[in-house]
Each structure stands twice: as C-alpha cells, then as structure tokens.
C-alpha cells in the first residue's frame, strides 16, 4: 500500500518546491508587471490577461480536487461542477447583498432580480450573506454538507465504478434545473452579475484583480500542500490501496466508506472554494456551471495532465484552458472536436498522461539508470 513508481518520485521534496516555487513566482510577477510596469513596456501584463490567468488558476484548483478522488481513491466523479458552482453562488450571493441600494431599482435589501420578480421579502437562506466570513464559511461548507449527504449514501451502497459516474452526473444535472427556475430565489437562467466591490474594494479596479490573482494562487499553493501531505499520509496510502484493491483492504478490517466519505468531502470543498475564487474574477455565475459538461471537461483536464500526479491536474486544467481560449476565439466551431479528439489521444497514446509519459521517457534514459544503481545496490 506504498505509493511506488512515479507517484514516490514525482511527489518527492523537489517536485513540490519546483511547483510552489513556480506558483509564488507567478503569484508575485503578474501582479507587480501589471500594476508596476508601465502600459507601454513590452513587460507590461494587460488587466485582462490578469483575470484570464487567474480563472486558470482557479481552474487548476478544481482540477486538482478532482485529481484527488479520481487519481488517488479511483473515485471518477463526473459531478463536481456542482461543488464548484455552489461555492461561486455562495460568493455571489454575498456580493450581491453588498451592492445594496446601487443597484438598478435601488432597493437596500433585496437584489435586483428580485424585485424584477415581485419578491416582497428577502429568503431566509440568503441570510447572512451581508457578511464575508459567514460568506466564507458557506462557501466551503454548503459543497461540503452535499458531498457528505450524497457520499454517505453512495459508499454506503457500495455505489461504486461506471454507476458512481453516472449518479454524479445526475445530481448536477438536477441541481442545473433547479437553479435555472426563477422561484428558487438564485436570478434563474441569467443567475447573479453585475457586482461591485469585494470588501469594499471595487472589482473594476486593476489592483483588486490582481489581489483577486494573487489570493488564488495562494490557495492552488495551500490545495496542493494539503492534498499532498494527505496522498502521502498513512490515510492516503489506504486511499491508494483501497484505488487499486477496494475488496482486499475491506476485507483487512478498513473502514473503507469512511476513507472514501473524508476525501470526498475534502475534495468538494477544494472545488467550492475554487468556485468562490472564481465568481468575482468573471463577475457572473449562472446555472450553466452546472452543466454535466462542465464537469466532464474537468476529467479532461485531469486526464491529460496526468491522472495521479496532482501537479499533472494543475498542468492540464492551464494547457487546456489555453487551447479553449484560443480556439474558442480562432474557430470557435472545431472546439469541442478537438476537446474529443484530444481525450482520445490521451487515452490510447497518452494514458498516463503528460507527466506520467515524462516520467516513462525519463527512466528510459542511460543516466537514469546510473543513478538508480547506487539505490538498488544498497537495497
């Protein structure tokens, strides 16, 4: 129940320093050549790019949350769109009850939308959004509570394989309907827009974007040192072995739903805070981020950056993003063919994905082996 191969080595001290090293480089750099270097220096990084890259990141956050059940338990959840979208309606809810008496119908309770709609008062559910740290703490725990509710009863069951995909998949698919109805109090099919400010800070202004940056770089470093001290953690190695033989660790007297139940969890609310990130760097969110689609391109992402390898999640959500953001502005209508067609790459040429075949190619080379003999000898 070690983690052996690829996974030992491509968790080890260095791959983690080269990953946090990378992320608080960029964390610092886009910010400061933003904000510092003037519009008319070729160093100078344009606002836009700045929100652009960090929706990567929170992307990559996500991804990496998804890694964490699907690459270490062998959990493919094909829902955690739903966690995501839950966080970003849980920080938009709160955005919006700060725009107060600015906005179209001046009202300083209720939200636009809803005195469009002839709401007389506001819901109890949208109570306490006025404040940030319950805000915050909504965030992770609303994806949280529906995780440990849906969990509960699928590991219970045993609900496991092809049959745990396909109830994901209808658990989002659900709560995309449900929001889209204009009484559920959520704005419907146009969803929650038109924000201000965050903390007092307006979300136009190109510093509180490139905090916006910065803050969710800092929580794709704090995700991946938590998923990586659980992966190799004794809990995380029974997460691997339940992954690879679920019958045989059951039959050894593990608790095995309760192993998969906590990661789980985890792993929704790294989704919903990924979301909450998310929300005020694009200024909307609407049920379309519940879409079952949404959450199988997550899989992609993982896919292709290497299943298993969490800063392999981290790649494929930014090398994927990147090709959706050039083609979709290039020739929008190949986009989806190539997203199929580069899964299918993946899958036959790639299986490991892009990590994991640079660290095939790796152990392939001469040196490699010369600096594994003095190891083996002394094994």
Same mark, same amino acid.
């Given at each position: 129940?070690?983690?052996?191969?690829?996974?030992?080595?491509?968790?080890?001290?260095?791959?983690?320093?080269?990953?946090?090293?990378?992320?608080?480089?960029?964390?610092?750099?886009?910010?400061?050549?933003?904000?510092?270097?003037?519009?008319?220096?070729?160093?100078?990084?344009?606002?836009?790019?700045?929100?652009?890259?960090?929706?990567?990141?929170?992307?990559?956050?996500?991804?990496?949350?998804?890694?964490?059940?699907?690459?270490?338990?062998?959990?493919?959840?094909?829902?955690?769109?739903?966690?995501?979208?839950?966080?970003?309606?849980?920080?938009?809810?709160?955005?919006?009850?700060?725009?107060?008496?600015?906005?179209?119908?001046?009202?300083?309770?209720?939200?636009?939308?809803?005195?469009?709609?002839?709401?007389?008062?506001?819901?109890?559910?949208?109570?306490?959004?006025?404040?940030?740290?319950?805000?915050?703490?909504?965030?992770?725990?609303?994806?949280?509570?529906?995780?440990?509710?849906?969990?509960?009863?699928?590991?219970?069951?045993?609900?496991?394989?092809?049959?745990?995909?396909?109830?994901?998949?209808?658990?989002?698919?659900?709560?995309?309907?449900?929001?889209?109805?204009?009484?559920?109090?959520?704005?419907?099919?146009?969803?929650?827009?038109?924000?201000?400010?965050?903390?007092?800070?307006?979300?136009?202004?190109?510093?509180?974007?490139?905090? &916006? @940056?910065?803050?969710?770089? !800092?929580?794709? =470093?704090?995700?991946?040192? *938590?998923? #990586?001290? %659980? /992966?190799? $953690?004794?809990?995380?190695?029974?997460?691997?072995?339940?992954?690879?033989?679920?019958?045989?660790?059951?039959?050894?007297?593990?608790?095995?739903?309760?192993?998969?139940?906590?990661?789980?969890?985890?792993?929704?609310?790294?989704?919903?805070?990924?979301?909450?990130?998310?929300?005020?760097?694009?200024?909307?969110?609407?049920?379309?981020?519940?879409?079952?689609?949404?959450?199988?391109?997550?899989?992609?992402?993982?896919?292709?950056?290497?299943?298993?390898?969490?800063?392999?999640?981290?790649?494929?959500?930014?090398?994927?993003?990147?090709?959706?953001?050039?083609?979709?502005?290039?020739?929008?209508?190949?986009? &989806? @063919?190539?997203?199929?067609? !580069?899964?299918? =790459?993946?899958?036959?040429? *790639?299986? #490991?994905? %892009? /990590?994991? $075949?640079?660290?095939?190619?790796?152990?392939?080379?001469?040196?490699?082996?010369?600096?594994?003999?003095?190891?083996?000898?002394?094994?």
């Amino acid at each position: 129940m070690l983690l052996s191969g690829d996974h030992g080595r491509l968790l080890s001290p260095l791959g983690v320093k080269v990953t946090l090293g990378v992320l608080l480089a960029v964390s610092v750099l886009v910010p400061v050549l933003n904000l510092a270097v003037p519009e008319g220096s070729s160093l100078h990084v344009p606002s836009y790019l700045v929100a652009l890259l960090g929706k990567y990141l929170c992307f990559a956050l996500l991804a990496l949350s998804v890694d964490l059940v699907w690459g270490f338990c062998g959990i493919l959840s094909l829902g955690h769109g739903a966690f995501f979208a839950l966080g970003g309606y849980a920080m938009g809810m709160h955005l919006m009850r700060q725009i107060g008496e600015r906005g179209v119908y001046g009202h300083s309770v209720l939200p636009d939308f809803m005195v469009f709609l002839n709401w007389q008062e506001l819901p109890w559910y949208w109570y306490g959004f006025d404040s940030f740290p319950f805000a915050l703490l909504m965030v992770l725990l609303v994806p949280g509570l529906l995780a440990l509710v849906f969990g509960w009863l699928a590991f219970r069951s045993r609900v496991t394989g092809v049959y745990l995909s396909i109830i994901t998949q209808a658990m989002t698919f659900a709560l995309m309907l449900a929001f889209f109805r204009n009484d559920m109090g959520f704005g419907g099919n146009n969803g929650l827009t038109d924000f201000k400010d965050l903390l007092g800070f307006s979300l136009r202004s190109d510093a509180t974007r490139a905090g &916006l @940056f910065a803050a969710s770089a !800092l929580a794709l =470093a704090l995700g991946y040192l *938590l998923c #990586r001290w %659980i /992966v190799c $953690s004794k809990v995380g190695r029974v997460l691997v072995a339940i992954r690879d033989a679920e019958s045989r660790v059951r039959f050894l007297g593990y608790r095995v739903e309760r192993y998969k139940l906590f990661v789980f969890v985890l792993s929704a609310m790294l989704a919903g805070l990924a979301g909450a990130l998310y929300v005020p760097q694009v200024g909307i969110i609407n049920p379309g981020e519940f879409s079952p689609a949404n959450s199988i391109e997550i899989v992609i992402w993982v896919a292709v950056g290497g299943r298993g390898y969490l800063h392999g999640a981290i790649l494929g959500a930014v090398l994927v993003n990147y090709a959706k953001t050039y083609l979709t502005g290039a020739a929008p209508e190949i986009w &989806l @063919f190539f997203l199929g067609g !580069l899964f299918i =790459a993946v899958t036959v040429f *790639l299986p #490991r994905g %892009i /990590v994991g $075949s640079l660290g095939g190619l790796r152990d392939r080379l001469p040196l490699s082996g010369l600096r594994q003999a003095p190891g083996e000898a002394g094994g």
